[in-house]
Structures are given as C-alpha cells and as structure tokens.
C-alpha cells in the first residue's frame, strides 16, 4: 500500500503561482512512477503531469506545457508540481497519484491517490 497526500492548494489570482506537494509513505516509493490529475466541479479527471518510469522524465497536458513543472524528491518521497501563470481554468481539486512501474495516463493506469487539494484561481 502506498499512502498519499496532497498540500498546498489555495486561492489565488490569475497570474500567481502555487507549488502543490505530495508525500508519499508506504511501499518504497521509488518503485512507483508519479503524476498529478485534476477534477473541475462537473467535469471528468484529466491528467495534468507524469514522470516516465523509464527515465523519470517528466511530460505535460497541452493545456499546463510551459507553465507547469513537476518535480520529484526522492529523498524526502515527494513530488511537487510547480503552477505559474495561474488561471481561473485551472481551477480545480488537484490529485496526486501513483503507478507501480508501467505506464499510460488514464485513471486506471494509477492504482493509489490522493485525497486532493483545492486550486482556486481568481480573476
């Protein structure tokens, strides 16, 4: 069992940034490859960031390239997303979620989450 949970969330204007964290305790964690999905009221979840398993490279919605960065800390079992330029379509709870090895960026292709952290982004 891996357990997650996410910080950071808040409000904020458009044009701020946020820096949303995800501690992960359990199984060892680098056995497990990280993204970060996100859920806006009536919509479905759509991935937002991942990290390979391969190399841990890390890869991007269209709709956050150039504005997100997602990042993973090893040493203290983390994995943070970086949001600037901020706007109000990002808002949204924020998940973080975890796959043992393998790969693809659906929902079920991640077997552990996060209870979620509220991003809210003011015009």
């Known amino acids: 069992q891996v357990q997650l949970v996410e910080s950071g969330g808040g409000l904020v204007q458009a044009g701020d940034s946020l820096r949303l964290s995800c501690a992960a305790s359990?199984?060892?964690?680098?056995?497990?490859?990280m993204a970060w999905f996100r859920q806006a009221p009536g919509q479905e979840r759509e991935f937002v960031s991942g990290?390979?398993?391969?190399?841990?490279?890390?890869y991007y919605a269209d709709s956050v390239r150039d504005r997100f960065a997602i990042s993973r800390d090893n040493a203290k079992n983390t994995v943070y997303l970086q949001m600037n330029s901020l706007t109000p379509e990002d808002t949204a709870v924020y998940y973080c979620?975890?796959?043992?090895?393998?790969?693809?960026?659906?929902?079920?292709?991640?077997?552990?989450w996060g209870q979620g952290t509220q991003v809210t982004v003011s015009s």
């Open positions: 979620a975890a796959a043992y090895r393998g790969q693809g960026d659906g929902t079920t292709d991640f077997q552990y």
């Open positions: 990290l390979t398993w391969t190399l841990n490279k890390p």
């Open positions: 359990g199984r060892l964690f680098t056995n497990y490859r």
